[in-house]
């Protein structure tokens, strides 16, 4: 589901198997750097690299239960400084 330039949504029922081949596609697309994505709506092409954030929550209540995983990059490639190393000190 394409809802507006730059953002591709997908909603469908899936057996464990083609889930298991999805995950795999991504795992390729990550290692080499472009994941594709689209159906009848639409189309969007992701250039992962460098370091990501990667975010994973699951959750069971009642009769559900949901995985969520969100990788994210920042796609800015020039060469941002590090600030260094994180110091904190207490009183």
């Known amino acids: 589901m394409m809802e507006r330039k730059g953002r591709f ?3 469908s029922l899936q ?3 083609s ?3 999805l995950l795999d596609a991504i795992k390729r697309g990550i290692a080499k750097g472009e994941l594709q994505f689209g159906d009848d709506t639409g189309e969007i092409t992701l250039e992962p690299h460098g370091l990501m954030n990667l975010r994973v929550t699951a959750t ?3 009769d559900q239960s949901r ?3 969100r990788i994210s990059w920042t796609n ?4 941002k400084k590090d600030s ?3 110091k904190v000190k207490g009183g």
């Open 19 to 21: 889930i298991q081949k």
């Open 9 to 11: 949504r997908h909603h």
């Open 60 to 62: 069971t209540e009642d």
């Open 67 to 69: 995985l969520d995983v």
């Open 15 to 17: 057996d464990k198997k």
């Open 84 to 86: 260094g190393k994180l």
């Open 76 to 79: 800015d490639t020039s060469d």
